[in-house]
């Protein structure tokens, strides 16, 4: 089994269980990274597949298929939960360290600046060879302002929409992620307290979580003048994605206290399944506010998923786990691969293939290469800046 503390993940630290737990190896937690970056990885070959049949005229992805795929969006909020719940063990495994919430933002800062800002100078200088090969003329795309560029150094990006998501692709949810962990010591220290609660009085709690944040996102709509519809600014922003984070520290505290190890994986799956044909059958309704109750239905849904591959060892492969470690690197280059090598294969096979085969062959290599790159850059990017912000951290602390 791969070491944890070697390989971690998607935005976060290394993860072990409290005190009384320790012998138990979270395994299933690089698998769920690893589930998560393959749904966002289909999605996004989908959408190239997609769009090289309809320029063809051929009648695209077959229906189900494309619905699965798109479903894959929801990768993102798993990576969500994910994060929230390894936040809590490493907060709680670290509740003695002097200076903790400093070393908790030195350990977050160095986990995700480092490959970040080299996503902004490679998406820049892609732009710069996308240019050239258009026009024959040597410039940045326009959206490489110096707002926009530091609005992602500063990683507030989340909070401006013309640099919330195309300096690096995908890059919003990395700005969510960095305005939850501002917020994350208070909202640990919260549940906490709350975890002391009876059940009805924990359900009312939620409600109530539920109920404020609606508001919150419905003043965020008036304040911007946009609508919480998919892949937009209110979309993308922490106040719609807050209780995704929620549910994330939920899991920790159900799990802590082994409320949910009693009954068969069985009935986990099957309210995973439940739970994302809700979310998907939400999807289709086309819903006035559709998009602020699918990430939290799909985020439930996860917890029963986080218990099927915790209570399955088998399905925690070593492939699978692979690439979990290297989730946040395939993140962020992976579209590269995803739009544009799935664009051209799509258009050199469309004449002989139907959609849904080219779909598997565009995944298929698109995920390839994807591990390829993510391979070199953890090596040489992700590992040392982790390094780096360990070495500040003991410096400080002698």
Request: hydrophobic share 50%; proline share 3%.
């Amino acid at each position: 089994m791969p070491d944890a503390k070697k390989n971690p993940g998607v935005l976060d630290a290394p993860v072990s269980l409290p005190s009384g737990h320790q012998t138990m190896k979270l395994t299933h937690i690089d698998s769920l990274r690893g589930i998560a970056i393959l749904m966002v990885i289909i999605v996004h070959t989908a959408q190239s597949v997609q769009h090289s049949q309809m320029g063809a005229g051929n009648p695209g992805i077959s229906g189900f298929l494309n619905g699965m795929a798109e479903y894959g969006q929801m990768g993102v909020q798993l990576f969500f939960v994910v994060s929230a719940f390894t936040l809590c063990l490493s907060m709680s495994n670290r509740s003695g360290e002097r200076r903790k919430y400093v070393n908790f933002f030195i350990r977050r800062f160095f986990r995700i600046a480092p490959l970040y800002y080299f996503g902004i100078a490679y998406y820049a200088l892609l732009s710069v060879v996308n240019n050239y090969l258009k026009t024959g003329e040597m410039q940045v795309a326009e959206q490489y302002t110096a707002l926009n560029i530091g609005a992602n150094v500063l990683f507030l990006h989340g909070f401006y929409p013309p640099a919330n998501t195309n300096i690096v692709l995908g890059g919003w949810s990395i700005g969510t992620e960095v305005a939850f962990y501002v917020l994350f010591p208070l909202l640990f220290a919260m549940a906490l307290r709350l975890k002391k609660l009876a059940a009805i009085w924990l359900l009312l709690t939620a409600g109530l979580l539920v109920t404020g944040d609606f508001y919150l996102v419905r003043a965020l709509e008036l304040l911007s003048g946009m609508q919480v519809g998919n892949n937009g600014f209110v979309y993308y922003n922490l106040a719609n994605q807050i209780l995704v984070f929620v549910i994330g520290i939920g899991l920790y505290f159900l799990e802590q206290r082994q409320l949910m190890v009693k009954w068969s994986w069985r009935l986990d799956a099957l309210a995973f399944v439940f739970l994302t044909s809700m979310a998907m059958g939400v999807w289709k309704m086309d819903l006035r506010y559709a998009f602020f109750a699918i990430p939290i239905i799909s985020s439930i849904s996860f917890v029963f998923l986080y218990n099927v591959m915790r209570k399955n060892a088998h399905l925690n492969s070593r492939f699978i786990r692979k690439v979990g470690q290297l989730s946040f690197s395939m993140y962020v280059f992976h579209f590269i691969f995803a739009y544009q090598l799935s664009g051209v294969i799509s258009r050199l096979l469309t004449p002989y293939l139907p959609a849904d085969v080219l779909l598997l062959i565009c995944y298929t290599a698109a995920t390839a290469m994807t591990m390829l790159v993510a391979m070199v850059t953890e090596q040489w990017i992700e590992k040392p800046g982790i390094g780096l912000g360990r070495a500040i951290i003991r410096k400080i602390s002698a």
